[in-house]
């Protein structure tokens, strides 16, 4: 089946460090792949995607790159920020007769302090 | 513009009780999706409404059902609550068979005793 593997968290960062949050994945076919993040009290937002090979993902200063070699999807950031403190997950999806369903991982949570 | 919208927002049950959860998409969007999210773990897909039908399910027991109306907002029904439905409950919306990405609502908390 699919499946998304994510760093246990939580990963707490001075401001200005630099982020990486590892993600590999397991799937059938050629999935799109997403991160997401959930700020506290909220639901989730897209933050990213990629939906082929070595597609770049790239959003609020976040980056991630499809590597389908190492089926990995690492999210980094150069420079964190307080506001950057939350819950992120990394998913893929793969269409079912043009459907879709979503894998979530299980979330790294960041915090970001001064 | 409205985001994806849930209602309530918290819910208190007991074992073996019924619940009816709601969820009124993103305007223009046709497809409903719930996802349960236990405390500390990602999302589980539970099901997806496109066109006031069951498109795809994941691994949820019967318990689990659901409803999309004309208007595209959809319910999310739970017979027989275990202590092990305790969740935060979201619904996801998207148009035309969830090709495009998914606006998450805030969901709603459900706590089973």
């Known amino acids: 089946g699919n499946s998304v593997t994510q760093m246990e968290g939580p990963v707490t960062l001075s401001e200005e460090a630099f982020l990486t949050i590892n993600c590999t994945y397991t799937a059938t076919g050629y999935p799109s792949l997403f991160w997401y993040v959930q700020y506290p009290g909220e639901g989730l937002q897209l933050l990213l995607k990629a939906t082929k090979a070595d597609d770049k993902g790239s959003n609020k200063g976040f980056e991630a790159t499809y590597r389908k070699e190492t089926t990995s999807f690492h999210l980094e950031k150069g420079s964190v920020q307080v506001s950057d403190s939350a819950v992120y997950f990394c998913?893929?999806?793969?269409?079912?007769?043009?459907?879709?369903?979503?894998?979530f991982g299980t979330g790294t949570k960041l915090q970001v302090i001064p | 513009d409205a985001g994806v919208t849930q209602s309530p927002t918290h819910l208190i049950k007991t074992r073996g009780q019924q619940v009816t959860l709601r969820c009124s998409p993103k305007?223009?969007?046709?497809?409903v999706s719930w996802y349960q999210q236990a405390l500390g773990q990602g999302p589980q897909f539970i099901f997806q409404?496109?066109?006031?039908?069951?498109?795809q399910r994941g691994n949820f027991p019967d318990r689990f059902s659901g409803h999309q109306f004309p208007n595209y907002s959809s319910e999310l029904n739970v017979n027989a609550l275990l202590l092990g439905d305790s969740a935060l409950y979201l619904c996801?919306?998207?148009?035309?068979?969830?090709?495009?990405?998914?606006?998450f609502g805030s969901g709603t908390q459900l706590s089973v005793l």
């Open positions: 305007s223009g969007h046709d497809t």
């Open positions: 996801a919306s998207s148009l035309g068979g969830a090709r495009e990405k998914l606006f």
């Open positions: 409404y496109y066109e006031e039908e069951e498109r």
């Open positions: 998913a893929l999806t793969l269409n079912s007769g043009g459907y879709q369903k979503v894998t």
